[in-house]
């Protein structure tokens, strides 16, 4: 008799539930900090699994010792991320019809921005999480609307000085606080702290960063290490097609 003779009804429904259950718990991870820990904890895994086929005793050994330490740190360090996802679950997911053009709703908000010479910075996530830069900020969750952006740019509330981070279709975070660059050499002295913002986000993620400035009603882009100052509107148009292109593929 094979597996499959012996697989009933109630081993389907027993498959679909943690099928269910790993994909919840990946939906809440994806956005989050916890997501890189828990691709470099995937990665732990196989190397043990690997020492394990092959006899490699002395790293089997060191995994059995660590291994119950380390499930009770990443509990510790990651309480807050722990927290706030059973707080979603708890409420539910309800999914939005988003209407509009993200790339539309952002560059509207870029020339009126610009044209007052207001300062910004507009943050696309791509593949990398960025939800830990939003933690001090506001978590809105909210559809693109190019009104929001100005307002929250142009209020000089609390949060016009963070940065708007959109995922997808969404505003999800207003006042993020970026990591600032810490190069020398890739920003000249009449750009601030926005710029070394920018770069710096764009050093460490794969994220399109917008940065307006205030001083000179300029443009400029920070993606993959490196910034681009002056950037013509169109573009910025192009880069953020290509960002919403590659978001589709």
């Known amino acids: 008799m094979t597996v499959f003779d012996r697989f ?4 389907a429904i027993d498959v679909a539930v943690l099928a269910v259950l790993l994909y919840q718990a990946y939906v809440l991870l994806v956005g989050s900090r916890a997501w890189n820990v828990l691709r470099g904890l995937v990665a732990l895994g196989l190397l043990w699994l ?6 490699l005793e002395g790293t089997k050994w060191v995994f059995d010792r660590v291994a ?12 807050p991320e722990l927290r706030a996802a ?3 679950v708890g409420r539910g997911r309800s999914k939005r019809s988003v209407r509009g053009d993200p790339v539309k709703e952002i560059m509207a908000a870029v020339r009126n921005l610009t044209a007052r010479r207001v300062g910004a910075l507009i943050v696309i996530e791509r593949s990398t999480p960025l939800g830990e830069y939003g933690q001090h900020g506001l978590e809105l969750d909210t559809p693109v609307r190019a009104e929001l952006i100005e307002t929250l740019f142009d209020s000089g509330g609390p949060l016009h000085d963070g940065a708007v ?7 999800v975070y207003a006042g993020a606080i970026l990591p600032l660059s ?3 050499g890739a920003l000249t002295a009449n750009l601030g702290t926005r710029h070394r913002a ?8 794969d994220a399109l960063i917008v940065i307006l400035s205030e001083e000179r009603g300029t443009v400029s882009l920070a993606r993959d290490g490196t910034i681009t100052t002056d950037v013509a509107p169109s573009d910025v148009v192009k880069a953020l097609r290509d960002t919403y292109g590659e978001a589709k593929a």
């Open 8 to 11: 009933g009804f109630i081993d």
């Open 50 to 55: 690997v020492a394990s086929s092959i006899g």
């Open 68 to 79: 119950p330490v380390g499930i009770l740190a990443l509990v510790v360090v990651f309480q």
């Open 86 to 88: 059973l707080e979603r």
């Open 165 to 171: 981070i959109v995922r997808g279709n969404d505003v």
């Open 182 to 184: 810490q190069s020398q």
């Open 198 to 205: 920018g770069l710096g986000l764009a050093e460490l993620s």
